[in-house]
């Protein structure tokens, strides 16, 4: 086969690959535009258009059982098949492959190897695939932009920004051969090892990692001839739109994608002395005992505080009259800044910089509007000669406290729930079943 055919195919491939999720959900939205207003005219929607050119299925035989189909009196063609898939991750771990910094090696090129590995062998784990002599097998891994990334200011080697702000690996198969049936099955098989070997080499940081899109992309020779996703998925876009879903030179409603939110914080309020920095430090270790990636964020309520150790260099960078000052190493970093007391950073300003965690926990901000949990003790209410259960508002998700405030409380007739404040286990309960809410 000539080496420009492979060459064209797989821009093609790319073109589709780029605007996929953007087609397919235009595809989507006209697709039930054009079915309510069928709905509403008393006419049922039609069905997709279908690949198959017959009903039966190949890989049955008239008795209903298995078979490999028989290709002996087909004709040999050229034949390409490309497929994609993509392996979502934290940003944390996209930046570790990328800084080659997995213990298990490099990454990526294992992956590759893997692709291309397993297209060669999927006859031997696809049960009615026929052994191919495979004439080409690429594997292209490219990293996902990051979340905002204009297409124009996209690295070259980099795949475009997700609608929905994830990143990870995209990963493109090409395969090619001369023979008397298709290699589609090939190019998956090659696109799924290739994402499973990333999951497989990262999992010990990152096991809540993200296989998506495993799927054919193109496809050419044989007597069905060319088949491209992207081609089909615009022509069903004008299809529903010609049938009176929506004008077809007018803007296609894109179902809406779901955007990258910041990451869930539960914020510990209370009045001093209430015992929330020993409850907190309790949580934080249990549910890092249970595998997720924690975050802290404390408020200090007093108008100045100290991180830096005297005599240190960054300390005396400080001294000498740097009011922004970093600090970084191979395992750490940290910053520190002078402001204004009238200018305090915006607490979820910075949650915004809390990329590679599943949850924070907050210490502190009563009045910031965080899903919360009131720590209270009823000997600290009668000192302070206020109630803590004043700050139970709309976001409280449960009162930690003693069993007397308990009591108080639901005499009170609050209807938040009352868990011990030394039961570390059931409020890291609690907030699993919140964050999974």
Same mark, same amino acid.
Request: contains cysteine; proline residues 4%.
């Given at each position: ?90 940003? $944390?771990? !996209? ?6 910094? =997995?213990?298990? /090696?490099?990454?990526? %090129?294992? &992956?590759? #190897? +893997? ?115 992207? $081609?089909? !998925? ?6 529903? =739109?010609?049938? /009176?879903?929506?004008? %077809?030179? &007018?803007? #296609? +409603? ?184």
């Amino acid at each position: 086969m000539a080496k420009s055919r492979y060459a064209d195919a797989t821009k093609a491939a790319r073109r589709a690959a780029m605007s996929a999720h953007n087609v397919t959900a235009n595809a989507k939205a006209v697709a039930v535009s054009a079915q309510g207003a069928a709905t509403s005219t008393g006419n049922a929607a039609e069905p997709p258009a279908r690949d198959a050119r017959r009903d039966e299925l190949t890989h049955v035989d008239a008795k209903g059982e298995v078979r490999m189909v028989d290709v002996s009196d087909k004709a040999e063609t050229h034949r390409i098949a490309i497929a994609e898939g993509t392996i979502l991750m934290h940003p $944390e771990t !996209q930046t570790m492959v990328l800084q080659d910094r =997995a213990k298990k /090696g490099d990454v990526l %090129a294992c &992956a590759r #190897v +893997a692709g291309i590995m397993a297209i060669k062998r999927t006859s031997d784990i696809i049960p009615m695939c026929h052994p191919l002599l495979i004439t080409k097998s690429k594997c292209d891994i490219e990293p996902i932009a990051p979340a905002g990334t204009p297409v124009e200011d996209v690295p070259e080697g980099w795949a475009p920004a997700r609608p929905d702000g994830q990143v990870g690996f995209h990963v493109l198969v090409t395969a090619g051969v001369t023979g008397k049936t298709g290699i589609e099955m090939e190019a998956l098989t090659g696109a799924s090892a290739a994402c499973l070997t990333i999951y497989d080499m990262c999992k010990a940081v990152d096991r809540g990692m993200e296989i998506v899109d495993v799927r054919l992309l193109h496809k050419e020779g044989g007597r069905s001839g060319v088949w491209d996703r992207a $081609e089909r !998925q615009a022509a069903a876009a004008e299809a529903a =739109a010609a049938d /009176g879903a929506a004008p %077809a030179s &007018a803007p #296609v +409603a894109a179902a809406p994608a779901a955007l990258t939110t910041a990451v869930p914080a539960i914020a510990f309020i209370g009045y001093q002395n209430s015992g929330k920095t020993t409850l907190v430090e309790k949580v934080i270790a249990e549910l890092t005992r249970r595998g997720l990636r924690v975050g802290s964020l404390k408020h200090h309520g007093h108008h100045g505080f100290d991180i830096d150790v005297p005599a240190k260099d960054t300390w005396r960078h400080h001294q000498a009259g740097s009011k922004h000052v970093g600090l970084i190493c191979a395992t750490r970093w940290a910053e520190y800044a002078d402001t204004r007391e009238e200018d305090e950073m915006p607490a979820r300003e910075l949650l915004s910089r809390y990329n590679d965690v599943d949850v924070v926990i907050i210490e502190g901000y009563k009045t910031e509007g965080f899903d919360n949990i009131v720590v209270a003790r009823s000997g600290v209410d009668r000192l302070r000669g206020k109630s803590s259960l004043d700050l139970v508002d709309g976001r409280t998700l449960a009162l930690a406290c003693n069993e007397a405030l308990a009591r108080q409380a639901f005499d009170a007739g609050f209807a938040t729930r009352a868990i011990n404040i030394n039961d570390a286990r059931a409020i890291c309960d609690l907030i699993q079943d919140h964050l999974q809410a």
